[in-house]
């Protein structure tokens, strides 16, 4: 008797487990109806962007590294869950110095110039709130590294030469979908890049005060950019 009603308490406990399985799941909802929640899917897997700002580096310790100016460019990012994988290239018309390490000291500095540097680089995104949007708004934080191209300064007679550099740097901003295919951004990015300086900073002239002094300041120099960027995003399945 008492294995017939042991297992006709099996049979009953198992018909309610799909029930009180639901029960539970529908309890894990942290009280938000899915119409009314906060937090919606986002149901992209493929973005294409547009994308424009302005880079303020410092253009290292003698300004001669390209530095302020305006960046444009296009970025594909593949969305997996929380993460994000992006590739970019941005053209920045960006603004340096040319020295002339020959001359005095208050005629060191000979011009200021435009150089076009280009900027590729791919790499990865974090999201903050997964791979969904809280209130259309999905804040990301991620890093990147590639390679910065510098066109040719006929200008510039120094020795120093700003024409391939890997770069690297991080990123972090938000972006707002809207209920179409369409999303917009903001973000703050710091490419960083190293500067070589030539022996001419170093051993200028007879009589003249060296750019920079050996032993004391570096031969190289890593430089922050920080960049503001905006974008305009066609979000796809």
């Given at each position: 008797m008492s294995n017939y009603l042991g297992r006709r308490l099996l049979a009953a406990a198992v018909l309610m487990l799909p029930a009180a399985t639901a029960s539970l799941q529908g309890?894990?909802?942290?009280?938000?109806?899915?119409?009314?929640?906060?937090y919606h899917d986002l149901r992209a897997t493929h973005q294409f962007t547009l994308s424009g700002g302005?880079?303020?580096g410092g253009g290292g310790r003698l300004a001669v590294g390209p530095r302020q100016g305006p960046l444009f460019g296009l970025r594909y990012s593949l969305s997996l869950g929380a993460v994000e994988l992006r590739l970019g290239v941005h053209d920045g018309n960006l603004q340096r110095k040319v020295m002339d390490p020959t001359?005095?000291?208050?005629k060191q500095v000979a011009d200021t110039v435009r150089q076009q540097v280009l900027i590729a680089d791919g790499g990865f995104s974090l999201r903050l709130t997964g791979a969904k949007t809280w209130h259309g708004f999905m804040p990301y934080v991620g890093a990147s590294a590639g390679l910065a191209t510098g066109s040719v300064v006929l200008?510039?007679?120094s020795g120093f030469t700003f024409s391939k550099r890997f770069m690297f740097g991080p990123h972090l901003g938000v972006r707002y979908y809207t209920r179409g295919s369409l999303?917009?951004?903001?973000e703050g990015w710091d490419p960083m890049w190293r500067l070589v300086y030539p022996l001419s900073f170093f051993q200028p002239s007879t009589g003249v005060t060296p750019l920079l002094v050996t032993g004391t300041d570096p031969a190289k120099?890593?430089?922050?950019n920080p960049t503001l960027m905006v974008g305009f995003s066609l979000t796809m399945r």
């Open positions: 309890q894990s909802q942290v009280g938000h109806d899915p119409e009314h929640s906060p302005y880079l303020a001359a005095p000291p208050d200008e510039d007679n999303g917009v951004w903001v120099e890593w430089v922050h």
